[in-house]
């Protein structure tokens, strides 16, 4: 599994933190991590919660990673953001049952977490916690077992609606202001990460495109 970290502009200075506690737990489980910032340097690209739901559906939608973890002060813009793109279904986890239960009832692709609401002592620790449950299991494996096959219908339901309700992410990305969409691409480490790891395809030609 690869899994992208992207934090927005007003917590961009514990992105070190939670990329520790990130990178320490997808290291045990064999996984890889992905650092898309922001990343607190002076002078780099500024991502609003808003960009970061527009990252997250880039990098999903052409796998160049399997999950994303994004949050902002209180996890509920970043996610309701990653919730308005297409092909990103995503989770607020506060502590480790929220990370468990989402990762196993909805099996979705992004969860966002809260940096500034409820962070101090052991925050960490509380970090490393969620991320420990999220993937301690296969994704969408049922909780509590006997409910996997509704939970995994009702999750499949969700995705064809989305399918259907939202547009093409290449519309989407041709739609868009395009300043916009180059600002959140501008990251220090995006074009490396996804020229590495985005699949061929118009929305990857696209963004390339758009970096010239």
């Known amino acids: 599994m690869k899994i992208a970290l992207i934090n927005e502009n007003s917590q961009a200075s514990k992105n070190a933190v939670i990329y520790k506690a990130l990178a320490d737990v997808a290291d045990e489980k064999g996984y890889e991590s992905f650092n898309y910032g922001m990343t607190g340097v002076a002078g780099e690209s500024q991502l609003t919660y808003v960009q970061n739901g527009l990252l997250a559906s880039i990098l999903l939608g ?3 990673v399997d999950f994303v973890v994004t949050g902002c002060g209180t996890g509920v813009g970043a996610m309701l953001a990653c919730n ?3 092909g990103v279904v995503c989770g607020l986890a506060i ?7 989402f ?3 909805n099996g979705g692709n992004a969860l966002s977490i809260p940096y500034a609401k409820g962070f101090g002592w052991g925050a960490e620790l509380n970090l490393t916690l969620i991320f420990e449950r999220l993937f301690a299991e296969p994704m969408g494996g049922g909780y509590p077992k006997d ?19 939202y547009k093409p992410l290449i519309q989407v990305l041709q739609e ?5 969409l180059k600002e959140t691409i501008a990251t220090e480490n995006f074009t490396e990460y996804f020229t590495a790891n985005a699949e061929p395809g118009e929305v990857r030609d696209y963004i390339l495109a758009s970096l010239a």
Do not use: C, G, H
Request: hydrophobic share 40%; proline share 8%.
């Open 95 to 101: 502590e480790p049952t929220d990370a468990y239960l």
């Open 176 to 180: 868009i202001d395009q300043d916009f």
């Open 84 to 86: 308005s793109f297409p």
């Open 147 to 165: 409910r996997v096959v509704p939970e995994q219908r009702n999750a499949r339901i969700l995705t064809e609606m989305k399918a259907v309700v």
């Open 62 to 64: 052409t796998k160049a």
């Open 103 to 105: 990762s196993q009832i």
